[in-house]
């Protein structure tokens, strides 16, 4: 017993620990990502523009390019991050994300649909984003149940559902060239020219999924367990899975309706936070949202510093770590407690 409390209390320590450092983290990366670029901008003008408004060249940059982009960072790693923990507990694959299983796909399709038929209706963007990530999330599990629910067969079913949206994505670019001149860089992923007019809608949906996550955190734990488990302890796991999975779309729809077709931020994430949370939901899933915040930052700072003067796409940088991340996993694979269900 008295090892048992000695573990428990050491695990504690080392969540609250890396609870912390994420935050620190996610300050330091957040001014960084402020102050350094192709003007770095002294933190004392970052001080005296955030405090006492200045109005200088330098506090134009840091309202009208650098704040809203970092927002934007963290925004979609908070909703990429969190939404790849959810369906991999509700699917119970470790190799599920919302980009891997054509979630992020599914809501750039109809994302690219609305920009095409209403151009200048930026808060149609993320509805339609929130409604095709929840079709195909419905679409890729019902194919992966009916041919046996195994973890390489949800990947696969994603994998093809994702080619085929990608091949709309383009069909619509070629009839409507005019309204997407973008969307070169909306398939990449990105961050750049953000502005926070484009991020108040997407705001409500992201605040929105990420409280459902919260407040069913525990019934996430017990679905975990197994639907036989959860069945025997009153749960509807019919019910509270479609509304996890609804969570688990408001949160990519919405970072994709922003930041376009970002990959692997669902995938990488989730799996680095579970090794130093192991409690539960209520604690993994913040944790993996300020780590998934912290992520992204980092990742378009270095898209924006790396190759000085040139830039390269968020998206780009994040596929670089995420490909070898992905391959790994799959190297990896033992079963385990996110086992192939038969």
């Known amino acids: 017993m008295k090892n048992i409390r000695v573990v428990s209390a050491e695990r504690d320590r080392t969540e609250k620990i890396f609870l912390l450092v994420c935050s620190i983290a996610l300050v330091i990366s957040a001014v960084l990502g402020i102050c350094m670029g192709s003007v770095k901008i002294p933190l004392s003008d970052f001080i005296s523009a955030l405090f006492f408004d200045e109005n200088t060249v330098n506090s134009q940059i840091i309202y009208s390019v650098r704040m809203p982009r970092v927002a934007a960072s963290v925004l979609a790693g908070i909703a990429l991050a969190v939404s790849g923990v959810i369906i991999q507990s509700v699917l119970e694959n470790p190799l599920a994300a919302p980009s891997i299983i054509g979630v992020n796909s599914g809501a750039g399709f109809f994302a690219v649909l609305a920009m095409a038929i209403f151009p200048y209706k930026i808060s149609v963007i993320p509805a339609a984003a929130f409604l095709g990530a929840i079709i195909t999330v419905m679409t890729v599990y019902f194919i992966a149940v009916k041919n046996g629910a195994s973890k ?107 930041a376009g077709l970002l990959s692997f931020v669902g995938l990488i994430v989730p799996h680095i936070a579970r090794h130093f949370i192991k409690s539960g939901n209520m604690r993994l899933i913040p944790g993996t949202a300020l780590l998934g915040a912290v992520f992204v930052t980092l990742c378009d700072l270095i898209s924006r510093t790396a190759f000085a003067p040139y830039e390269v796409q968020l998206g780009i940088i994040i596929s670089y770590i995420g490909v070898p991340f992905f391959i790994y996993l799959i190297m990896k694979k033992k079963g385990g407690k996110h086992g192939d269900r038969t």
Request: hydrophobic residues 55%; contains cysteine.
């Open 152 to 258: 390489m067969t949800l990947v696969l079913a994603g994998v093809a559902v994702s080619n085929l949206l990608n091949s709309g994505i383009d069909t619509i670019t070629t009839f409507f060239p005019d309204s997407l001149n973008g969307i070169t860089s909306f398939k990449i992923g990105g961050v750049m020219g953000m502005t926070f007019s484009k991020l108040y809608p997407a705001c409500i949906y992201i605040a929105v999924g990420f409280i459902l996550a919260m407040l069913l955190s525990h019934e996430l734990d017990i679905l975990s367990l197994g639907d036989r488990t959860a069945k025997s302890l009153g749960m509807n796991v019919k019910a509270i899975r479609f509304i996890l999975l609804l969570s688990a779309a408001l949160l990519a729809g919405a970072a994709v309706s922003f």
